[in-house]
């Protein structure tokens, strides 16, 4: 199972952006994903993340509204919408799946067994 980030960049304050993760070896279909974020200095924190059944995607508090998790099974894609971006939205954004994730751990990067590389997004003011 191999995971691949892309799309970071620099964005403006209020602005738009969509990050990718490409995954290969497996179908999406039967993954838990999740999309964490950490900035230098701080803990790795969870963003957004869909259980295996579409039904089940979950956003923290503080990008709810703006940011969307969503997946192409065609492409066997993962993608984050992220809108009106701050500057507290700066961070490297990693994108990780797992194929047996129970939803009250679903949050909790321990739980998933593979990783994409991080991909640095800054939000400029």
């Known amino acids: 199972v191999q995971l691949q980030a892309s799309g970071g960049g620099l964005v403006q304050s209020g602005g738009s952006h969509r990050l990718s993760c490409a995954v290969s070896?497996?179908?999406?279909?039967?993954?838990?994903l999740g999309w964490f974020r950490q900035v230098p200095g701080k803990e790795q924190e969870w963003v957004s993340c869909?259980?295996?059944?579409?039904?089940?995607?979950y956003v923290r508090d503080s990008v709810k509204g703006r940011f969307t998790i969503s997946k192409d099974g065609a492409k066997n894609t993962v993608y984050l919408q992220m809108n009106s971006l701050q500057p507290e939205d700066t961070a490297v954004y990693s994108c990780?799946?797992?194929?047996?994730?129970?939803?009250?751990?679903?949050?909790?990067?321990?739980?998933?067994?593979?990783w994409g590389q991080g991909t640095q997004v800054t939000v400029s003011s």
């Open positions: 070896g497996v179908s999406l279909d039967n993954y838990a």
């Open positions: 990780a799946a797992d194929p047996s994730i129970i939803l009250s751990a679903i949050r909790d990067s321990r739980s998933y067994g593979y």
């Open positions: 869909s259980g295996v059944t579409d039904e089940y995607a």
